[in-house]
């Protein structure tokens, strides 16, 4: 059963730091490409950063270059965002994704246009910044 699960979302002030897991089914998370998009109210998901599990690659949307990190642990097929210099337009609700493995890169770089390549998603987890 495919499945991810997100956790550690909640509320920090600007500038502070938040980390959110997604823990994934085995055979999800092998071998795969899994990324991490966030949405606004009443706008799509976009993009935010993605990492192949096997290999560790990384890659990320322009707006969170220098601020976040995507990193994965394969003994607990966990992937990670760590956030940092969080603003208040960071502020939405996070998902994790496995995405199609071919396209990677374009998942976390090609804004709205990444969510076309996910095969499926997690239920989320929010992030509220105060000012």
């Known amino acids: 059963l495919d499945q991810l699960v997100e956790s550690g979302g909640g509320s920090v002030q600007a500038g502070g730091s938040l980390r959110l897991s997604c823990s994934a089914s085995?055979?999800?998370?092998?071998?795969?490409?899994m990324a991490w998009f966030r949405q606004a109210p009443g706008k799509e998901r976009v993009g935010v950063a993605s990492?192949?599990?096997?290999?560790?690659?990384?890659y990320y949307a322009d707006s969170v270059k220098g601020r976040f990190s995507i990193s994965r642990d394969n003994a607990k097929s966990t992937v990670y965002l760590q956030m940092n210099s969080l603003k208040p337009e960071d502020a939405d609700r996070y998902y994790c994704?496995?995405?199609?493995?071919?396209?990677?890169?374009?998942?976390?770089?090609?804004?709205?246009?990444?969510?076309?390549?996910?095969?499926?998603w997690g239920k989320g987890a929010q992030v509220t910044i105060s000012s």
């Open positions: 994704a496995k995405n199609t493995f071919t396209a990677c890169k374009w998942a976390a770089e090609a804004g709205t246009e990444g969510a076309a390549v996910v095969e499926f």
């Open positions: 085995k055979d999800s998370y092998s071998s795969s490409c």
């Open positions: 990492i192949y599990t096997s290999g560790g690659s990384t």
